[in-house]
């Protein structure tokens, strides 16, 4: 099986407008298959920085001198660049959220299909795992997850069952926590559980704090003309980047300068979202979710 399919894979290409001295992030490396590509569009004087935090990544790394592996957690975008001698760069691209590998790798803990301990850890040096946060989480911190990062109906009734339960027996593997859970589905079974698998790996990998963070430092290190190519999986991955994109900020409120001029601090390629093909997400069924924004980094202030 293949480590991870590279969602929208030569329209992300297509859309960094790869110069072939230019300087380009890769913050999702993964598989490589988005950074093969960036790598044959650049020249000899080109170079390609790639992030990722999972270890199991490393074993993907080609060599190639244009390329520089780091890794580490894109948050950190800025820091790991500068200790490179980089502060500007041509271009970036994420592929955002878990990667077929992990969600495949049943040890992993990321899905509900296979019984494994409850670990979803994206960075395995991580001390706290899933199961840690059933444990420890008060009842209103875990109504808060599921109903935030899951959009789970009843988060307030699972939550308080989590609580009750848990001192039974402890809530170690995705085994003991689908038993738990069994009672409580409401609507599609499958839909049910991956919502609130998802808000448990959200809080617990801390994603959306983490775009937020890396989207500031993106605006930051981008040069003028840079592009800034993002691909998301769910709504709340792309709202942040909707509105960072839009106005500069998550929250989608515009700023005014001093001037009373409306600040736009990327102008937008993508209106709406680029979204995978039809035949795409035949073939790979996860593409079907995928929404890609595309952003430049102005020249200056009438752009």
């Known amino acids: 099986m293949e480590y991870h399919d590279p969602v929208l894979l030569p329209e992300s290409i297509e859309a960094l407008k790869i110069k072939e001295d230019g300087i380009y992030v890769d913050i999702t490396f993964g598989g490589g298959g988005h950074s093969k590509l960036i790598l044959d569009q650049l020249g000899a004087k080109g170079r390609l920085f790639a992030f990722d935090q999972d270890e199991e990544a490393v074993a993907n790394v080609f060599s190639d001198e244009r390329l520089h592996f780091i890794p580490q957690n894109f948050r950190y975008l800025k820091k790991f660049l500068r200790l490179a001698g980089v502060t500007q760069v041509d271009g970036i691209l994420g592929d955002l959220g878990v990667s077929s590998h992990q969600l495949d790798k049943a040890e992993r803990g990321f899905s509900y299909r296979f019984e494994a301990m409850l670990d979803m850890r994206m960075n395995q040096q991580q001390e706290r795992k899933a199961s840690d946060i059933l444990s420890d989480y008060t009842a209103e911190d875990l109504q808060e997850m599921f109903s935030k990062y899951g959009e789970v109906r009843n988060a307030k009734t699972l939550a308080k069952h989590i609580v009750a339960n848990r001192h039974q027996k402890k809530l170690l593997t995705i085994g003991d926590f689908l038993q738990l859970l069994a009672p409580l589905i409401r609507g599609n079974r499958n839909r049910y559980l991956a919502q609130v698998f998802q808000a448990l790996r959200i ?29 998301s999986y769910h709504s709340l991955e792309d709202r942040l980047v909707k509105n960072f994109l839009k106005t500069g900020n998550v929250d989608g409120s515009f700023t005014q300068d001093f001037y009373g001029n409306i600040e736009r601090p990327f102008k937008l390629i993508t209106k709406k979202p680029i979204l995978a093909s039809d035949a795409e997400i035949a073939r790979n069924p996860r593409a079907r979710s995928a929404k890609m924004r595309i952003a430049e980094k102005p020249s200056n202030k009438k752009d």
């Open 203 to 231: 809080e617990l990998n801390e994603e959306l704090l983490v775009l937020e963070e890396f989207l500031v430092e993106a605006n930051e290190v981008l040069k003028p003309k840079g592009r800034l190519v993002l691909i």
